[in-house]
């Protein structure tokens, strides 16, 4: 298929072999082939494609080895590398990408060390960075990276005080700061980025008090504030976000009166209010949000 410049293969098993005969298909610029059970040999194939320049290899256990001949993908400026074991060492052959803008290294078991090499990364505008266990002292490194708009540092058990480094950074407009046990203090700090449009705040135990400050960021277009252990007061303060178009405000108890006043935000086009314990009469407030999409 030679016509072919934009190309998902995953979750087809193909293997090294498989990539063999992809690696030959030298017009595609664009290249999704992850969790195929891809080793170093198969990165060896990948990194032939000189003429990629977005490349998700993510889920496919080609190690340190396999990342070193992806790092020599001079001309990638999309990388995906999610879920590969390559540690710090791997990390830092990646920061040696310097034409790079979006980088996805999740899962990676990089730590603060890895975390380091990759705040160098300076032109990068995107990065996900979560389940790396980079904790306060990583948070910190790549509260640095200024010119970063989107962040995703889920699951790093940053904390609050982590959270107060990453809230530093006034030129994102994305972030994910999901299940890093911020507590109320950490949502707090977080509320002060009146830049953010897009935020990811799940699972942080910030209860209605959190609820209230984030309910203050008036910018937010999109909101996940989903199992925070909100109740019908935080639904309450979230309600008066006129300005969001998309909520995820799941498994967070907010029962038949939190309905009600979710129903109200008739601005709201995405809905995710699941495992609520609203009931018959919940659902019949939600009914009365015409057009709008619910899941």
Do not use: F, H, P
């Amino acid at each position: 298929m030679k016509q072919l410049t934009s190309l998902n293969i995953n979750y087809n098993n193909i293997g090294d072999e498989g990539v063999k005969l992809i690696s030959e298909m030298k017009q595609l610029t664009s290249l999704d082939i992850n969790y195929n059970n891809i080793g170093v040999e198969g990165a060896k194939y990948i990194s032939e494609m000189k003429q990629l320049t977005s490349l998700d290899i993510s889920d496919n256990n080609i190690g340190v080895e396999g990342v070193k001949l992806i790092s020599e993908m001079k001309q990638l400026t999309s990388l995906n590398i999610r879920i590969n074991e390559i540690g710090v060492e791997g990390a830092k052959y990646i920061s040696e990408m310097k034409q790079l803008t979006s980088l996805d290294i999740n899962c990676n078991n990089i730590g603060v060390e890895g975390a380091k090499y990759i705040s160098e990364m300076k032109q990068l505008t995107s990065l996900d960075i979560s389940w790396n266990n980079i904790g306060v002292e990583g948070a910190k490194l790549i509260s640095e990276m200024k010119q970063l708009t989107s962040l995703n540092i889920r699951r790093n058990e940053i904390g609050d005080e982590g959270a107060k480094y990453i809230s530093e950074m006034k030129q994102l407009t994305s972030l994910n700061i999901s299940d890093n046990n911020i507590g109320v203090e950490g949502a707090k700090l977080i509320s002060e980025m009146k830049q953010l449009t897009s935020l990811n705040i799940n699972w942080n135990e910030i209860g209605d008090e959190g609820a209230k400050y984030i309910s203050e960021m008036k910018q937010l277009t999109s909101l996940n504030i989903s199992w925070n252990k909100i109740g019908d007061e935080g639904a309450k303060y979230i309600s008066e976000m006129k300005q969001l178009t998309s909520l995820d405000i799941n498994w967070n108890k907010i029962g038949v009166e939190g309905a009600k006043l979710i129903s109200e935000m008739k601005q709201l086009t995405s809905l995710n209010i699941n495992d609520n314990n609203i009931g018959v009469e919940g659902a019949k407030y939600l009914s009365e949000m015409k057009r709008k999409t619910i899941y």
